[in-house]
């Protein structure tokens, strides 16, 4: 592990995330859903800089502190294209581009379906990525600009990753997506799953991060068959009020 994450809850329901090359010192924020909490998180930490905010998509709650945090701390921002809608943003994120953290490599892959440009940061060798808004624990995010298919494909890139691959998430949904879940799939596992998430958001926990192989286990936005399923359980989850 060459990197230091340190994840805090912000806005109503989003989590915050800073990380840290250990070789270098270098400090980046994933996304910036509140640009003074994220301030107050580095002061408390101790880490003394902040260089780099790496936005995953262009939804304000994702990047509305980026004018400030720019603004008083000279940091890059790296993000998709589609950023610039709303925020500032110093350099582009393609998918199949690399963005260095310090000496931590992130790989970058464009996931359209929440949004259009959507992309998450994976570091394959510390076996993590940071998803945004297109993968949560027992779901997905919803359809806002692409559409089903985009979402489907978009979701099969990150089940070809290593299934020990730790996923930080930028909200806490899961217990919602633990109940749906259940309304689909009442295997014993899927209980006991959905029965350990309660416990945890009942001690006031996070369930964030969780892990590709219990995903590939659990989510039905994973074991989805095709983009027709998929597009299904979508719509149903939409509607869902359990």
């Not at 109503?12 to 994933?30: E, K, P």
């Not at 998709?80 to 393609?94: C, G, K, Q």
């Not at 217990?175 to 009942?202: C, G, I, K, W, Y």
């Amino acid at each position: 592990m060459t990197l230091d994450v340190h994840l805090f809850p912000c806005r109503s329901d989003n989590y915050g995330f800073l990380i840290r090359d250990r070789a270098t010192g270098v400090v980046a924020t994933v996304d910036t859903p509140d640009a003074e909490r994220i301030l107050q998180e580095l002061d408390g930490l101790g880490w003394g800089r902040l260089d780099l905010i790496l936005n995953t998509h262009w939804h304000p709650d994702h990047t509305e502190g980026n004018a400030r945090l720019k603004a008083e701390t000279g940091c890059e921002i790296v993000g998709p294209e589609e950023v610039r809608r709303v925020a500032p943003l110093d350099r582009v994120a393609a998918d199949g581009e690399v963005v260095q953290v310090g000496e931590t490599r992130f790989e970058v892959t464009g996931t359209p379906g929440h949004t259009l440009g959507h992309v998450v940061y994976r570091a394959a060798a510390d076996d993590l990525a940071f998803v945004g808004d297109t993968l949560f624990a027992l779901g997905c995010g919803r359809l806002f600009e692409g559409t089903a298919q985009q979402m489907f494909d978009s979701l099969q890139r990150l089940k070809a990753w290593p299934a020990q691959t730790v996923l930080w998430c930028a909200h806490e949904y899961t217990a919602s997506n633990a109940r749906f879940t259940l309304s689909l799939d009442d295997r014993p596992e899927t209980r006991a799953h959905a029965q350990a998430v309660f416990a945890v958001r009942e001690r006031g926990e996070p369930t964030v991060p969780t892990r590709l192989d219990v995903e590939l286990r659990f989510n039905p936005f994973l074991t989805a068959t095709d983009a027709d399923q998929f597009a299904a359980r979508r719509a149903a989850k939409d509607g869902f009020s359990g």
